[in-house]
């Protein structure tokens, strides 16, 4: 029994190494993905789409997308750093690389007076890019005068993420009869600002602390910008100053301006990974179906996955092809896609150290992210649906013989039934 067991836990701990492992892959691959919500949406190389059974064709396209890649958020989002590295420079105490990356924010922030949250060069280009691909691969259902209708939250930036699409599907087919909108009527559903979530993530807000104390490490990074360690002991806010500055870094790509300035040197592979793995369990907390959360978080985009429901069964209704688009954020997408369940992201533990394992935001909400539900009918009235996350094929926790295309009968039902289920809180610490 005991041999047993210690080949139980020897194969866990392998098993755990190996997902591990598949983070830093990644990042290795591509280190701008340990930038996680401010990665630059990934479309360089796509994989090629399966395609549908036979008599089969798409009619109708659902979609809620994230917009693209912005500056940062607050007035002071950049100042941080600055202030950190003024310290230094006031008590001669920076190294030559900490006087490079002090000059080049200051004038990433010279930059970014008067442009807060709103959406950058690369951001506008990301939409056009995913809307002409949209058309592309779906050219029947934005065929003749079919109705599109957009709508977006009421902040700019996701505004322009529509009207980005929007003018790229017009010029390709100047017949479709597109309707757009940004309303506080409608942010029920594309925005819902719950009034349960906020206190549930309060009451988990412990974990924070806990977890940067794992692993935010600064002391190997702030070897490479100030040369007194006991100055930096004493007088820098070392691991403030190192997620800040990591996120400055990782929001450069947003940007051409910087596509030839490169401050990852400043980080390990180690570090990127372990200052990534401390946003994953922030956003798991934030979004995720955790039982340190009741499991409730994620259910506040109920509203949003029934407009999902009720438009496909309208456009089904209705026959002809059609598109209803919505455009918000990341926190909207995120969650929506753990209520659905796609790819496993419906994930449920306590077990914040081994979390990395098994969901990893960044695989769901780089800036433009977006969900296509596409549906399909053929001569018998038959319908499927097939779900692209970021432009690729999807996984849903519903039965299917014809992957990755399922009933939608069958995938309905099961949306209706984990609505059903939405957990009742029993108690919420205010």
């Given at each position: 029994?005991?041999?047993?067991?210690?080949?139980?836990?020897?194969?866990?701990?392998?098993?755990?190494?190996?997902?591990?492992?598949?983070?830093?892959?990644?990042?290795?691959?591509?280190?701008?993905?340990?930038?996680?919500?401010?990665?630059?949406?990934?479309?360089q190389s796509l994989p090629e789409l399966t395609p549908a059974p036979e008599g089969f064709t798409p009619f109708f396209l659902n979609h809620y997308g994230r917009h693209g890649s912005r500056w940062?958020?607050?007035?002071?989002?950049?100042?941080?750093?600055?202030?950190?590295?003024?310290?230094?420079?006031?008590?001669?105490?920076?190294?030559?690389?900490?006087?490079?990356?002090?000059?080049?924010?200051?004038?990433?922030?010279?930059?970014?007076?008067?442009?807060?949250?709103?959406?950058?060069?690369?951001g506008h280009e990301q939409h056009q890019r995913i809307a002409a691909r949209m058309f592309k691969?779906?050219?029947?259902?934005?065929?003749?005068?079919?109705?599109?209708?957009?709508r977006s939250t009421v902040v700019i930036r996701c505004i322009l993420s529509m009207q980005n699409e929007v003018d790229v599907l017009k010029s390709l087919n100047p017949e479709l009869r597109i309707t757009t909108d940004a309303s506080h009527a409608e942010m029920y559903y594309m925005n819902y600002d719950d009034p349960v979530?906020?206190?549930?993530?309060?009451?988990?807000?412990?974990?924070?602390?806990?977890?940067?104390?794992?692993?935010?490490?600064?002391d190997a990074m702030l070897k490479k910008l100030f040369t007194n360690k006991k100055f930096t002991r004493d007088s820098i806010d070392g691991k403030r100053f190192m997620t800040e500055l990591f996120d400055i870094v990782a929001n450069m790509q947003s940007h051409h301006a910087y596509d030839n300035i490169d401050l990852y040197d400043l980080f390990t592979l180690d570090e990127c990974v372990n200052v990534w793995k401390y946003n994953n369990v922030r956003w798991?907390?934030?979004s995720g179906e955790t039982p340190l959360t009741q499991c409730r978080v994620d259910f506040m985009e109920a509203n949003l996955l029934r407009s999902f429901i009720e438009d496909a069964d309208l456009a089904i209704c209705h026959g002809g092809n059609s598109a209803s688009l919505r455009f918000g954020h990341e926190s909207v997408v995120l969650?929506?896609?753990?209520?659905?369940?796609?790819?496993?992201?419906?994930?449920?533990?306590?077990?914040?150290?081994?979390?990395?394992?098994?969901?990893?935001?960044?695989?769901?909400?780089?800036?433009?992210?977006?969900?296509?539900?596409?549906?399909?009918?053929?001569?018998?009235?038959?319908?499927?649906?097939?779900?692209?996350?970021n432009e690729r094929e999807a996984r849903l926790p519903v039965n299917t013989d014809c992957a990755p295309y399922y009933r939608w009968n069958d995938v309905r039902d099961y949306f209706h039934d984990k609505l059903s289920r939405q957990p009742y809180i029993k108690s919420v610490i205010q």
């Open positions: 029994m005991r041999r047993i067991t210690l080949l139980a836990l020897l194969a866990a701990a392998s098993m755990a190494l190996c997902a591990s492992a598949g983070v830093r892959e990644d990042f290795k691959a591509d280190i701008h993905a340990s930038a996680n919500n401010y990665w630059a949406y990934p479309d940062l958020i607050g007035k002071n989002a950049y100042m941080f750093p600055i202030h950190e590295l003024e310290k230094g420079e006031r008590n001669n105490c920076l190294t030559k690389r900490g006087k490079e990356v002090l000059a080049i924010l200051r004038q990433i922030n010279s930059d970014y007076k008067g442009h807060d949250g709103e959406l950058s060069d690369v691969n779906f050219p029947e259902i934005f065929a003749g005068n079919a109705p599109v209708r957009a979530v906020q206190p549930l993530r309060k009451s988990a807000y412990k974990y924070f602390d806990e977890y940067k104390e794992k692993y935010i490490k600064p798991y907390i934030f969650p929506l896609v753990c209520l659905m369940g796609i790819n496993g992201m419906d994930y449920q533990t306590e077990d914040l150290s081994t979390l990395s394992d098994h969901w990893r935001s960044y695989e769901v909400f780089p800036m433009a992210c977006n969900l296509q539900m596409v549906y399909y009918r053929n001569d018998k009235g038959e319908i499927l649906v097939k779900v692209l996350l």
